[in-house]
């Protein structure tokens, strides 16, 4: 069996792929429009306590306040607290009030017009173990099957911890050496003291502790012996690769190479088809059925269907084969788009129980080479499968699409970002190709805005990036996934300046929100995109603003 992982690391994105057998088994982003927060460590203050709904709001100092629940107060309540919690006898008031400090971790990413969702239930991952600082068990991870492996890692575990701190040993922990247990224990045990230290050391909300990179994350979660190689694009990430590899896993550092091919990294191992393919709603099985998958505010709806395929045999075999086919293309499929929250899967109708047990049984071993805590609930009494998987954050969908202004969100359109990349990737398909000194770029307003970045900064940078002048207008009658490029000198590309100078005051309409900074918001003049600072919020309103510096394509002001 062949395992290797893949990395494309662009200008601005970075993308990684696991391959089994050279097909697609995981998928791995990191963009610089989308921050992640999973996992961050934060000094919090409570701003409000609802008591109706056993919970709080806590400012962690991101745009919306992080929701607390009464169950993730655990760690911090007294014993006579905790028994009260036991009992359902606690209320949150009773634990908590307005203005008061806490370390909390976040569990799920903001999503839609709901805020992160925190935790006092610290865990820090290492490349062996999770530790987890107010809880006095030790567990093994599940894929640890060896009894007498588990028992020797537990006696390591229970020798190195102290006091009530709790221990997950991982994966990665089989076979390896006191040493290095120690090694992961005494790095994680420290981070953790760190951690405590800055809290009572600082006096206002910050970040305590941030989450690893996709890299780090790659190399410390996923490399080991079943591993052949990992192949990497970029020569600064390869160089990193090979540092990191050396800490964490030596052995293994050869497995490390370097992609010197002419045809794109991802296109090479058709893993850029796959990622395409991940956007549409069908997914077709070898033998001719397909799947249909939904995604709804409340749940995800797949749809098993015959298709083309009629079988050979009698009805009720075909219609179970269709049904175990598509079991582990389900499987994948809820790996790959990241799929959280509540899962209905419509099976072909199964006529007796033991054709729906196998079905299940098998789900559930399909389900066991996900990271990701899953739940298969059964059939209910209308013959759907019902299951859970954890949500942390948006899945794949979200992260590359969102909803389409022209049709309601009855549809999806390329997300700005992912537009934004696309004409990245044009420049340097350009700049590689015909050598023009200069590209001019008529894009929709958000997709400019995008490229253009909060205060100029992105622009600039790929300005440096490609060695060419830039010049970018907004348009607001193109849809978000057209480009107008045109090609040529500095001279023949350069617009009309507009009649304006640094510290005129004007009068502008503020027509959207900044698409990568909240704070501002957007005006233009004929196209000349104009970044109001502190506007963000007074989207259709007029406002006078002063003219605080001017660029080629774009000028800053703040509110007069």
């Not at 610089?32 to 109706?52: C, M, S």
């Not at 760690?75 to 908590?96: A, D, T």
């Not at 760190?194 to 006096?203: A, G, L, P, S, V």
Request: proline content about 2%.
């Amino acid at each position: 069996m062949s395992r290797q992982i893949i990395i494309n690391s662009e200008f601005r994105e970075k993308r990684a792929a696991l391959l089994k057998n050279n097909n697609l088994e995981d998928l791995f982003f990191e963009r610089d429009t989308y921050q992640k927060i999973a996992g961050n460590i934060y000094r919090g203050r409570v701003q409000d306590v609802l008591p109706g709904m056993q919970a709080a709001f806590v400012d962690i100092g991101i745009a919306r306040n992080a929701f607390l629940h009464l169950n993730d107060l655990y760690p911090i309540l007294s014993n006579s607290q905790k028994s009260k919690l036991s009992k359902k006898e606690l209320n949150v008031k009773h634990v908590l009030q307005p203005g008061q400090w806490l370390i909390v971790q976040v569990v799920k990413e903001p999503m839609g017009s709901k805020g992160a969702k925190v935790t006092c239930k610290i865990s820090i991952p290492g490349r062996f173990f999770v530790y987890i600082p107010s809880d006095n068990k030790i567990g093994v991870s599940r894929r640890i099957t060896d009894d007498e492996e588990r028992n020797r890692l537990k006696s390591i575990a229970g020798d190195l911890k102290n006091g009530k701190e709790g221990l997950i040993i991982r994966t990665n922990a089989h076979s390896e050496s006191y040493s290095k247990l120690q090694n992961d224990y005494n790095f994680l045990s420290g981070t953790w003291k760190r951690i405590r230290n800055d809290f009572f050391q600082k006096n206002n909300i910050d970040l305590l502790y941030q989450e690893e990179d996709l890299l780090k994350n790659l190399i410390r979660d996923y490399l080991d012996e079943n591993i052949d190689r990992v192949v990497v694009d970029d020569k600064k990430d390869y160089q990193r690769l090979r540092d990191l590899t050396s800490i964490f896993a030596p052995d293994l550092k050869n497995r490390v190479a370097l992609y010197q091919r002419n045809i794109p990294i991802l296109a090479a191992y058709n893993i850029e088809k796959e990622i395409e393919s991940l956007l549409q709603r069908k997914v077709w099985l070898k033998s001719g059925g397909y799947l249909v998958i939904d995604q709804t505010e409340a749940l995800v709806a797949i749809d098993v269907n015959t298709g083309k395929f009629t079988g050979k045999k009698n009805l009720q075999d075909t219609i179970v084969k269709i049904n175990k086919e598509a079991v582990a293309e389900i499987a994948r499929q809820i790996k790959l788009r990241d799929i959280g929250g509540i899962i209905i899967i419509d099976f072909i109708d199964m006529n007796n129980n033991s054709d729906q047990q196998s079905v299940t049984d098998l789900l559930a071993n399909e389900l066991k080479k996900d990271r990701t805590k899953t739940s298969i609930l059964g059939f209910t009494q209308l013959g759907l499968l019902e299951m859970t998987r954890k949500k942390v954050r948006e899945g794949f969908g979200s992260l590359m699409q969102k909803d389409c202004h022209c049709c309601g969100g009855t549809g999806k359109v390329l997300s700005e970002s992912t537009v934004a990349m696309k004409v990245i990737r044009k420049i340097d398909e350009i700049t590689t190709r015909d050598k023009y000194p200069a590209v001019s770029l008529e894009l929709h307003p958000e997709v400019a805005a995008v490229l253009i970045g909060a205060g100029g900064e992105k622009l600039e940078e790929l300005e440096n990036k490609f060695g060419i002048d830039i010049f970018i207008s907004g348009n607001t009658e193109l849809n978000y996934e057209d480009m107008v490029i045109e090609k040529g000198s500095k001279e023949e590309l350069q617009p009309d300046f507009l009649d304006l100078d640094v510290g005129d005051r004007i009068t502008v309409e503020i027509e959207d929100q900044h698409a990568s900074n909240q704070n501002a918001g957007i005006a233009r003049i004929d196209g000349y995109i104009i970044i109001v600072n502190h506007a963000g919020n007074m989207v259709d309103n007029e406002v006078e603003i002063i003219i605080d510096d001017l660029h080629r394509t774009y000028a800053r002001a703040h509110l007069a």
